[in-house]
């Protein structure tokens, strides 16, 4: 029930991104045919966008592994690995879950480690909490 809520909700962000990346390109198209130079905007706009893209991919990769960690009496089954690391098991999507995640491990948000069906998240418990905001 909650995979198939987290499979219907990616696609519903992918369809939305993918739109606004496709309407972005479109716009700096014909803002480069009238001949106006707001060319480093739409460049950083498309990138931003095009970033939105892989974190929302992530985001979904991450609530993917959690939701496939749930239970059949709604049990969370993870483990703790030291103070700020769960063990889950992500089965035979494991490699493929831990890839997607790294677009959230690159921002720092935790680092991802996959070893067979295991994935490992280390939070940093040292981030700013300034960091979390505006990046």
Known sequence: ???????????????????????????????????????????QALEQSEESVRLAESANALLTLLVGAVGPGGELRCSTVGDNALKIDGGSDAERLANGLRPLAARRVFSVEQTGPTVILRIPDDRPENELTNE
């Open 1 to 43: 029930m909650l995979q198939s809520a987290v499979r219907a909700s990616g696609h519903e962000m992918r369809n939305a991104l993918n739109g606004l990346v496709v309407n972005l390109e479109v716009v700096r198209a014909q803002i480069a045919a009238s001949g106006v130079s707001v060319e480093p905007f739409m460049s």
